[in-house]
């Protein structure tokens, strides 16, 4: 499969790459609202992932390092938004998505990655080679 995985920039933004996202949730940003969030989160150091098959975006993850007081100051790498397109799932894409930003975070310098997921995905995570590990907890704020 002539898979490729890169960097987002921000001419990537197109239709293919919120098709790929919408398989997660919807949008709900123009392309340009979706540029200027694109700069807002790599200024929070949140590096967002592309999968390309043939020329067309079919998939997203994104990586966010985190440095932490405990762990003798370590690195965690936190992975989210991983998405592909429902015509090109259970292709591989998610699992060389996963991997890809592993590898991007062990070259800067995590110990780990953590992510969260519903209970429908544990298969898939499973096989990326993730374990259960506590509960998601959360609260509403808006
Ligand atoms: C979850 C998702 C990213 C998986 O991507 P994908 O490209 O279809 O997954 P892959 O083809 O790489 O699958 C890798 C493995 O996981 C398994 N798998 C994939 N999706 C699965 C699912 N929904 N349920 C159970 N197993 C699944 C595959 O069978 C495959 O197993 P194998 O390695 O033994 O062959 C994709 O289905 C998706 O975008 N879903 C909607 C958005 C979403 O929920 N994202 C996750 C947010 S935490």
Do not use: W
Request: charged share 25%.
């Amino acid at each position: 499969m002539g898979l490729m995985i890169r960097e987002l920039f921000a001419p990537d933004i197109n239709a293919d790459f919120f098709t790929a996202l919408s398989a997660l949730a919807e949008v709900g940003l123009d392309m340009e609202e979706a540029k200027r969030v694109f700069q807002d989160r790599l200024r929070q150091g949140v590096h967002t992932y592309i999968a390309i098959l043939d020329g067309q975006i079919v998939g997203t993850a994104s990586l966010l390092v985190e440095r932490k007081f405990i762990h003798k100051g370590g690195r965690v790498g936190h992975i989210e938004d991983v998405a592909v397109n429902p015509a090109h799932q259970r292709k591989g894409v998610g699992k060389a998505l996963v991997g890809h930003l592993e590898e991007r975070a062990r070259e800067k310098g995590c110990y780990k990655t953590i992510l969260d997921c519903f209970d429908n995905l544990e298969p898939f995570y499973a096989s990326c080679g993730y374990v259960k590990y506590g509960a998601q907890m959360r609260k509403n704020l808006a």
